[in-house]
């Protein structure tokens, strides 16, 4: 009977000891998730600079060789820039080119962010519709437009930042130009 009594109070304890340390974990995990940088998707507010911002003019050279110049100018820009391991980037994909067909004479301009070649799916579906540029996370388009993540869209008119989105316009309820934030 005495065996049975101290068995049943050191499983009792080993019990305690195993909940105390369940609780620790959670604690552990709650703070790891607070803390984690924000998911492309955990919001709907552009990961890029804010509407109001001045870019400026600037330059790039394209996937087919193209210099290409973006001069301050009253037209809007639409700036697309993708990354090819971003789930709702190629859900946004079919969007982008959709709006491009729709829109053949709008200014647009797609930036896949460079990922050891992976990217070469996703400019080989953009190259028929508009320029691409291949550029890393630091390079000077994303450094230019402040992205932390992506999918970012960006609409300048006149150099300066008019719209920011997740969304591609006129599939996320903005009309390129508009502000969205």
Do not use: Y
Not at 43 to 54: E, I, K, M
Not at 72 to 84: G, K
């Amino acid at each position: 009977m005495v065996v049975a009594i101290v068995l049943t109070g050191a499983l009792g304890l080993l019990n305690l000891l195993l909940a105390v340390g369940v609780v620790r974990r959670l604690r552990q995990h709650t703070e790891l998730l607070a803390n984690r940088p924000k998911a492309v998707g955990d919001d709907v507010s552009a990961p890029a600079v804010s509407v109001g911002t001045r870019v400026g003019a600037f330059r790039a050279r394209s996937t087919r060789g193209v210099e290409l110049s973006f001069e301050e100018t009253a037209e809007p820009l639409l700036m697309a820039v993708l990354s090819p391991d971003c789930s709702p980037c190629r859900e946004r994909l079919p969007l982008l080119l959709d709006h491009t067909a729709r829109h053949p004479d709008a200014r647009v301009l797609a930036v896949v962010i460079e990922e050891g070649g992976a990217e070469a799916e996703m400019v080989e579906l953009l190259e028929p519709a508009v320029p691409v540029v291949v550029e890393p996370w630091g390079g000077e388009i994303p450094r230019l437009l402040d992205i932390q993540g992506t999918p970012a869209f960006v609409t300048l008119v006149n150099g300066v930042a008019t719209a920011t989105s997740v969304f591609v316009p006129e599939t996320g309820g903005a009309e390129l130009g508009t502000a969205v934030r």
